[in-house]
Nanobody
Framework: QVQLVESGGGLVQAGGSLRLSCAAS????????VGWYRQTPGKQRESVAI???????NYADSVKGRFTISRDNAKNTVYLQMNSLKPEDAAVYYC????????WGQGTQVTVSS
């Protein structure tokens, strides 16, 4: 069982930055992949970024060059640094971890004002 706790969401003006954190209950380096999805009411859930055990990262085209996913193995935490935020980035962001099954965090709200 893996428990994930997100934090760092909030209200920011367009062009601003936020850093989301996802703290895991187990050693982060033992997890095959950790990533972020986002969900907006009325829209399909979108995969935002992922980082694998080997350090490979991948991003949605909509966030490339603006968002960076990273991890701190000592803190068992994965981060999503979000820069140059746009109103369309507003959503509930969910952290997930993939091993033999997928585990989800509770979500954190990101609001971007124009």
């Amino acid at each position: 069982q893996v428990q994930l706790v997100e934090s760092g969401g909030g209200l920011v003006q367009a062009g601003g930055s936020l850093r989301l954190s996802c703290a895991a209950s187990i050693r982060i380096f033992s997890i095959n992949a950790v990533g972020w999805y986002r969900q907006t009411p009325g829209k399909q859930r979108e995969s935002v970024a992922i980082i694998t055990k080997g350090g490979f990262t991948n991003y949605a085209d909509s966030v490339k060059g603006r968002f960076t996913i990273s991890r701190d193995n000592a803190k068992n935490t994965v981060y999503l640094q979000m820069n140059s935020l746009k109103p369309e980035d507003a959503a509930v962001y969910y952290c997930y971890a993939q091993n033999s099954r997928t585990y989800w965090g509770q979500g954190t709200q990101v609001t971007v004002s124009s």
